[in-house]
């Protein structure tokens, strides 16, 4: 045979359409055209009917804005959760929702109405409801098709959303409930205010940072004492907020904490002994310590300062301030910072108020929804506002007027501290006192109304039915019964719930699922009759929240009660009431007969609740909550969640900053499936990065993983099953590459019970890289390219190259679902979709794990060896090279020309020394195969392997 002969004609090379650029943002919304089109969702339903349920229930994002990156990590591993556990055969349905009520919806619209010069409260409210719904309804529409376009799965034709008349009447019979078993009542507490947005605020609407204030200290002159030598002397505090200062009605000192008195002129003050140090640093003038008649400093203890009584430095202002101040005993007076002594305004602190209850003293609630104080309110009426830095500064009003008194000893306008803020305005919010509707965290009796599960309610040992206990408690006992992701979730939800006061319900807001409650005026008494309560629910199920109105109270109360002798309560509801009633609404009405669990089924509605670390104080917890005052148990069975998305650099995402990543900007250059890897690839347990840099490590990442399916379909090309071989006949190789598969599945399985989805990527990718596409394929491209087709060896690696594939686009498809479909449709174009296959059945394969890590490593050490020869240009490919091994390496069967083809290289040789050992080799040029060998006479002409293959092809030919 001539040497100048080409034989590529007679090679098997690999043959796909299956291009090697994805062409993501171009190709993915073809294939979401398509699964609409086939409507791909009700087929995945209808393929898994009647197998076994599991339901995650879908926290709902706020319908407010396009999309950021936190919302694509969110749902993308919502997407992943449901779709592994459909490739595992369960029935996996999700059903989105949103968020539709509330105060960033309602600020939004101000503030277009603000531009026009428009004034909301000259607006009808069934008016500015109707804005507000169709504020919302745009941003649902738009947030669902960027979602849809993440290639996230679900009934997005129909979503939930709160602000669905159904939604609205289950959240108020929801209410209803409470209100039955004597769960509510009306308070008045301090709460979170934002004089801003006129309205309460739940822990989870505020937002922390960091302020200046102006620091004072401020005299109040000591009138009456069982310790003599304080009558004259004043007792000084300090605080960052002037403000509170006319609301002041008592001083709090600490039981345990020692006092002290000291002097500057002819002023003689009291004051932490341990904080006298940074007073003097405060207050102007020489100070010393007042001494007893034995020349010792007069020191005393805090309890011993009961029945002093102080007066307000403005006292002459009128009655109010001419009352006189008592001392009170607080055990959260501390001597961390400013006096030891702390001024007492129960309108407009927690502490502050409990303590003064607890002694009669009431609030005053002198300060407006507005942050101004009321018209009537002595020489202050009608100013503010009080979160204004110029009224509390050192020249304002405050300060001003306390210095002409003579009670400010210091002011300065330079204390940096966190302070909170409103997330949505981000105004300065305050504690203020008014009243509102709370459910008690401590109340005994929880869930004694006829409606009330027998499961949800404690016996005894003798069977008697004791009243059910306190939702603190059921709240915890459900806690214990949670599974948590990561586990550190419960200790961080558990101290929230121990420690958390009462839920305060109410807003004083327009948009919003009313608290509909009519209140008698004589009594007090809110009306809990169950025939009134149901002509409103049917009311609101008909017309919505817009039903709630004066016109239609006496319909409401029927003929029983007289409308002019009960209130109608105009608060709405708090946000976080409506989202913690989606598992009723939504999981429980049958409205979405995918989620109806089977007959019988006992327990909690949802398998995962999935959301953020910050949901601990958000939905995780009003979920709880109102699922254990209404039913007596959670309403999920599993917690998981993520934290945060940062920049590069590891900083907070903000605008101002410049530093956001948009999620639609990543899938407009790279599509979605990179951001979905990203997403599944970081530890999203803990913080985690996003940037240029990483997002290209990822398409990286990406094209590894898409050449390994291009080179599995080409090498598949014209498979048919007649070539298939048993495990049984095939090579060790192939059979420890089965193993191997055997081994990632068994991984990849734990990681989905686990929700560890970035060992799940990360098992993925390592295999298709290191077991594959760096050794099989490696190994075995001599094989498929110049076997013959009918050799057993070249017929088991297709086989395992075919076993491989249906296994690993399977694993493949939750995580790129986009490109597993090309994928799939690639080789089986009419075999339907991939996401409606299941899990695969790997075959059993048996092979000694330690046995081939041993020659992989050996099979490292010679690549390592042949690398310098190759950069000097000694041999060109590892195919020229001659290679000399430790014999006491080499497994025993394995033959010389075995060990040839595991390290594609010429000739192999066995050594005594324990060195690998490289030369360029003397052995001829295969013209077929390119190996060098013994059995080739000279370059160019044929080894006999290539000679046979050759022969056979010219004969049929």
């Known amino acids: 045979m001539s040497e100048e002969r080409d034989y590529r004609n007679t090679v098997f090379l690999p043959k796909t359409d299956f291009p090697m650029k994805a062409g993501l943002p171009q190709k993915e919304p073809g294939l979401l055209a398509r699964w609409q089109e086939i409507d791909l969702y009700r087929r995945i339903r209808e393929a898994r009917e009647g197998r076994e349920k599991f339901i995650l229930h879908d926290g709902p994002p706020y319908a407010n804005g396009d999309i950021h990156v936190g919302h694509a990590l969110n749902h993308v591993l919502k997407d992943m959760v449901v779709r592994t556990q459909s490739l595992l055969g369960k029935d996996a349905p999700y059903v989105p929702g949103w968020d539709c009520h509330g105060l960033p919806i309602e600020w939004k619209v101000e503030e ?68 039955r078993s004597g769960q509510l009542y009306r308070g008045a507490k301090p709460v979170m205010w934002s004089p801003v947005e006129k309205t309460a605020l739940a822990e989870a609407e505020v937002e922390y940072e960091d302020i200046t204030s102006t620091q004072i200290d401020v005299a109040f002159e000591i009138t009456e004492s069982p310790i003599p030598e304080l009558v004259g002397a004043y007792a000084v505090i300090w605080t960052t907020t002037p403000w509170t200062i006319p609301v002041n009605q008592a001083l709090a000192y600490g039981p345990e904490v020692f006092y002290l008195l000291a002097q500057s002129g002819e002023r003689r003050v009291l004051v932490a002994g341990d904080l006298y140090p940074s007073f003097t640093q405060r207050v102007s003038g020489e100070w010393s310590q007042v001494t007893d008649d034995a020349g010792q400093p007069i020191v005393v203890k805090g309890a011993d300062l009961a029945g002093t009584v102080a007066r307000h430095p403005m006292h002459d202002k009128g009655e109010f301030f001419a009352r006189p101040r008592p001392f009170l ?123 009330t599960p027998a499961e949800a309610r404690w016996e005894n040992e003798g069977g008697s039915q004791e009243p059910s206990p306190s939702l603190r408690q059921l709240a915890m006992e459900a ?48 009306l809990a009759d169950p025939e009134v309560n149901a002509r409103i629910v049917a009311a609101v199920r008909e017309q919505g929240v817009d039903a709630w109105s004066d016109a239609r109270a006496q319909e409401y109360l029927g003929n029983a009660y007289k409308a002019e002798d ?58 709880l909550l109102e699922s254990c005052g209404t039913r007596g148990r959670a309403p999920y069975k599993a917690v998981l969640t993520h934290g945060f998305t940062m920049d590069a650099k590891g900083e907070k995402m903000s605008k101002s900053k410049g530093n956001t990543v948009s999620p639609l900007k990543v899938m407009e250059q790279y599509g979605a499936d990179i951001i979905r890897l990203w997403a599944l690839s970081v530890d999203y347990t803990e913080d ?36 298939r071989l048993p495990v049984a006949q095939m090579p060790e190789l192939e059979r420890y590459v089965l193993a191997l598969l055997g081994d990632l599945d ?54 395992v190259l075919d076993t491989l594939f249906h296994a690993l686009v399977r694993y493949a498809a939750p995580v790129l679902v986009f490109t597993s479909e090309e994928v799939w449709t690639t080789r089986c174009p009419e075999q339907g979709s991939v996401h409606l ?121």
Not at 364 to 377: I, L, N, P
Not at 592 to 605: A, M, S, T, V
Not at 694 to 714: P, S, W
Not at 757 to 763: E, I, N, Q
């Open 112 to 179: 277009e109405y603000r531009k026009k010069k428009k004034n909301k409260d000259e607006v009808p409210p069934e008016e500015f409801r109707a804005e507000c719904r169709a504020y919302a309804q745009k941003w649902v529409d738009t947030q669902r098709e960027q979602l849809k376009r993440l290639g996230i799965g679900g009934d997005w034709d129909n979503p939930y959303l709160t602000m669905d008349f159904a939604a609205e009447a289950t959240i108020v019979a929801e209410l209803m409930k409470f209100a």
């Open 837 to 957: 296959l299941e899990w695969p059945e790997v075959p059993q394969a048996e092979a000694d794990r330690s046995y081939w890590e041993g020659l992989r490593a050996l099979r490292e050490r010679v690549t390592e060896a042949i690398e310098p020869l190759r950069r000097e240009k000694t041999v060109r490919s590892s195919l020229e090279a001659e290679v000399t091994v430790p014999a006491a390496a080499v497994p025993a069967g394995w033959s010389d020309a075995d060990l040839a083809e595991l390290f594609i290289t010429g000739t192999v040789h066995r050594g005594q020394d324990e060195a690998v050992t490289v030369t360029p080799t003397d052995e001829h040029k295969c013209g077929r195969c390119w190996r060098h060998l013994p059995d080739v006479p000279q370059d160019g002409a044929l080894c006999g392997r290539c000679e046979s293959v050759v022969d056979a092809i010219e004969a049929e030919a």
């Open 566 to 623: 009960y209130e109608r309560v105009t608060d709405i509801l708090d946000v976080w009431f409506d989202s913690g009633s989606t598992h009723a609404f939504v999981l429980e009405s049958g409205k979405w007969p995918d989620l109806k669990r089977p007959e019988g089924y006992q327990g909690p509605p949802a398998d995962l609740y999935l959301e953020g670390s910050d949901q601990h104080r958000g939905w995780f917890q009003s979920s």
């Open 688 to 723: 985690h990065r996003i940037g240029d840099e990483i997002l290209k490590g990822v398409a990286d990442q990406y094209r590894k993983l898409r050449n390994t399916f291009r080179y599995m379909l080409g090498a598949l090309a014209g498979f048919e099953e007649a070539e």
């Open 479 to 526: 806690l214990g019964k949670t599974r948590f992701v990561p586990e550190k979730g419960r200790n961080r939800i558990g101290a929230m719930v121990e420690g958390r006061p009462d839920w305060v319900l109410s807003r004083q807001r327009a948009w919003g699922v009313p608290i509909t409650l009519f209140v008698e005026r004589k009594t007090g008494q809110y």
């Open 746 to 799: 068994a991984t990849l399985r734990k990681a989905v019970d686990d929700f560890d989805f970035s060992d799940y990527v990360r098992a993925l990718v390592d295999f298709c890289n290191e077991d594959l596409s760096a050794f099989f394929f490696d190994i075995r491209k001599d094989c498929l390219y110049c076997d013959a087709p009918s050799d057993p060896r070249r017929r088991a690696y297709r086989t």
């Open 329 to 451: 005993p607080g055990d959260f007076v501390t001597t961390e910072s400013g006096t030891g002594l702390v001024h007492m305004a129960p309108d407009h602190g927690e502490d502050d108020f409990d303590l003064c209850k607890a002694h009669g003293i009431e609030p005053v609630f002198a300060v407006e929804g507005d942050g101004k104080y009321r018209a009537d309110w002595a020489w202050l009426g009608g100013e503010g506002s009080v979160i204004n830095p110029k009224f509390n500064a050192p020249d304002g009003p405050i300060c001003s007027d306390l210095k002409s008194a003579g009670g400010l000893l210091a002011a300065s306008a330079d204390y940096r501290h966190s302070y909170p803020h409103s997330w949505r305005s981000k105004a300065k919010v305050i504690f203020r006192c008014t009243p509102q509707w709370f459910v008690p965290m401590d109340k005994h009796g929880v869930l004694e109304h006829e409606d």
